[in-house]
């Protein structure tokens, strides 16, 4: 069964990075579209950033040019670089394929403290 696990998230002041990583079972992210999203408390599941097998990328509005994604296909991984925190940027983030969803790993919790 296709298993999803992200880490590298903690708690870091506003203006911070932190550099999440996401590793799969099998090579689920060597063959497929990956994403990163979020959930914010109370809110619901968001994607922030997006990126195809040949690495092209797409971010939502709140996180252009501030997130980086990545992938290394033969590592079978996708990370995301996040610089410039800012508070609402809080919340747990996870990966996943966004046009299969496979079942959703246990998500690494962002804490941006101001």
Same mark, same amino acid.
């Given at each position: ?5 992200? /880490? ?8 911070? /990075? ?8 099998? /090579? ?33 509005? /709140? ?52």
């Amino acid at each position: 069964q296709e298993q999803l696990v992200e /880490s590298g998230g903690g708690l870091v002041q506003a203006g911070g /990075s932190l550099r999440l990583s996401c590793a799969a079972s099998g /090579s689920i992210i060597s063959r497929s579209v990956m994403a990163w999203y979020r959930q914010a408390p109370g809110k619901q599941r968001e994607l922030v950033a997006r990126i195809t097998i040949a690495g092209s990328t797409m971010y939502a509005d /709140s996180v252009k040019g501030r997130f980086t994604i990545s992938r290394d296909n033969a590592k079978n991984t996708v990370s995301l670089q996040m610089n410039s925190l800012k508070p609402e940027d809080t919340g747990v983030y996870y990966c996943n394929a966004p046009y299969v969803l496979y079942n959703w790993g246990q998500g690494t919790q962002v804490t941006v403290s101001t």
